[in-house]
T-cell receptor
Framework: KAGVTQTPRYLIKTRGQQVTLSCSPI?????VSWYQQTPGQGLQFLFEYFSETQRNKGNFPGRFSGRQFSNSRSEMNVSTLELGDSALYLC????????????FGAGSRLTVL | GENVEQHPSTLSVQEGDSAVIKCTYSDSASNYFPWYKQELGKGPQLIID?????GEKKDQRIAVTLNKTAKHFSLHITETQPEDSAVYFC??????????FGKGTRLHILP
């Protein structure tokens, strides 16, 4: 059974640009959550999608957005990139929304110059 | 919203000794408490979880205890081995809500 796949694995952008990250969940999983991981802040919740609907949202500015497609694949977008957006962005899938086992991908490491 | 505090941020133990990581949470409605292990270059992986209807759960060398009155839970690793070296995250969640993580503990197993 394939795991959670995130693309791209690494990317470098400059301030002001925008970026789109992709996540393919485990087959059959309908929930996708996104987290930002930085050395000082650990794993911070961005948002969760279930059946194409955003179910939960973290405390991030509106520059961070996401969506989920009918095949459960998800994308997140960050517009007007800032230096502080440099981080590892982790996607996790689950069979159901809420308090369930998360299976994480390896992450997309974003560097903003 | 939920807030999870995790201590210590770094922990070094001699191989064969025990390691304990502690977490506190703020939302008394939280009822799901997972622990994840993250190895270098990988995403976090669930190692054990506990729900609020039990006070303790054990899986081989790993155990988690939960004190709902005090709103804290702990991870215990016995007979530590080199492969236990990693970053460990605790988390808490209410049934239909997002899962909130602590900031992590970097565990070093010394030879």
């Amino acid at each position: 059974k394939a795991g959670v796949t995130q693309t791209p694995r690494y990317l470098i952008k400059t301030r002001g640009q925008q970026v789109t990250l992709s996540c393919s969940p485990i087959s059959g999983h309908r929930s996708v959550s996104w987290y930002q991981q930085t050395p000082g802040q650990g794993l911070q919740f961005l948002f969760e999608y279930f059946s194409e609907t955003q179910r939960n949202k973290g405390n991030f500015p509106g520059r961070f957005s996401g969506r989920q497609f009918s095949n459960s694949r998800s994308e997140m977008n960050v517009s007007t990139l800032e230096l502080g957006d440099s981080a590892l962005y982790l996607c996790a899938s689950s069979s159901n929304s809420g308090a369930n086992v998360l299976t994480f991908g390896a992450g997309s490491r974003l560097t903003v110059l | 919203g939920e807030n999870v505090e995790q201590h210590p941020s770094t922990l070094s133990v001699q191989e064969g000794d025990s390691a304990v990581i502690k977490c506190t949470y703020s939302d008394s409605a939280s009822n799901y408490f997972p622990w994840y292990k993250q190895e270098l270059g990988k995403g976090p992986q669930l190692i054990i979880d506990i729900r609020s209807n039990v006070g303790e759960k054990k899986d081989q060398r790993i155990a988690v205890t939960l004190n709902k009155t005090a709103k804290h839970f702990s991870l215990h690793i016995t007979e530590t081995q080199p492969e236990d070296s990693a970053v460990y995250f605790c988390a808490a969640s209410e049934r239909d809500d997002k899962i909130i993580f602590g900031k992590g503990t970097r565990l070093h197993i010394l030879p």
